[in-house]
Protein backbone atom coordinates (compact mmCIF):
# COMPACT_ATOMS: atom_id res chain seq x y z
CA UNK A 1 0.00 0.00 0.00
CA UNK A 2 1.63 3.52 -1.34
CA UNK A 3 1.72 6.70 0.86
CA UNK A 4 -1.35 8.57 -1.22
CA UNK A 5 -3.34 4.98 -0.37
CA UNK A 6 -3.16 5.18 3.08
CA UNK A 7 -3.99 8.91 3.02
CA UNK A 8 -7.05 8.45 1.69
CA UNK A 9 -8.29 5.05 3.76
CA UNK A 10 -7.18 7.31 6.88
CA UNK A 11 -9.04 10.38 5.30
CA UNK A 12 -12.10 8.06 5.02
CA UNK A 13 -11.66 6.73 8.83
CA UNK A 14 -11.64 10.18 9.94
CA UNK A 15 -14.84 11.22 8.02
CA UNK A 16 -16.50 7.97 9.60
CA UNK A 17 -15.50 8.41 12.84
CA UNK A 18 -16.42 11.88 12.76
CA UNK A 19 -20.37 10.13 11.58
CA UNK A 20 -20.38 8.21 14.52
CA UNK A 21 -19.81 10.30 16.75
CA UNK A 22 -22.79 12.61 15.39
CA UNK A 23 -24.97 9.47 15.64
CA UNK A 24 -23.72 8.56 19.27
CA UNK A 25 -24.38 12.25 20.09
CA UNK A 26 -27.93 12.23 18.77
CA UNK A 27 -28.49 9.01 20.88
CA UNK A 28 -27.01 10.73 24.12
CA UNK A 29 -24.12 8.29 23.82
CA UNK A 30 -21.85 11.19 25.09
CA UNK A 31 -18.76 9.38 26.23
CA UNK A 32 -18.96 7.08 22.89
CA UNK A 33 -19.13 10.54 20.74
CA UNK A 34 -16.44 12.29 22.88
CA UNK A 35 -14.17 8.98 22.07
CA UNK A 36 -15.05 8.62 18.18
CA UNK A 37 -14.10 12.61 17.78
CA UNK A 38 -10.98 12.01 19.65
CA UNK A 39 -10.41 8.93 17.66
CA UNK A 40 -10.83 11.30 14.17
CA UNK A 41 -8.71 14.20 15.91
CA UNK A 42 -5.71 11.66 16.65
CA UNK A 43 -5.67 10.03 13.06
CA UNK A 44 -6.03 13.61 11.61
CA UNK A 45 -2.97 14.74 12.92
CA UNK A 46 -1.42 11.77 12.36
CA UNK A 47 -2.55 12.20 8.71
CA UNK A 48 -0.83 15.78 8.62
CA UNK A 49 2.68 14.81 9.07
CA UNK A 50 2.57 11.72 7.19
CA UNK A 51 4.79 12.43 4.07
CA UNK A 52 3.22 11.47 0.69
CA UNK A 53 4.52 9.21 -2.11
CA UNK A 54 6.14 12.07 -3.71
CA UNK A 55 8.42 13.04 -0.60
CA UNK A 56 11.87 12.05 -0.62
CA UNK A 57 12.85 9.97 2.60
CA UNK A 58 14.13 11.00 5.23
CA UNK A 59 16.90 8.88 6.66
Known amino acids: ?14 D ?12 HLFE ?5 EHLASNLELALTTMPSD ?3 EIA
Open 1 to 14: MTKNETRKQLESDI
Open 16 to 27: NFRTKAKYYASL
Open 32 to 36: AAKYA
Open 54 to 56: DDP
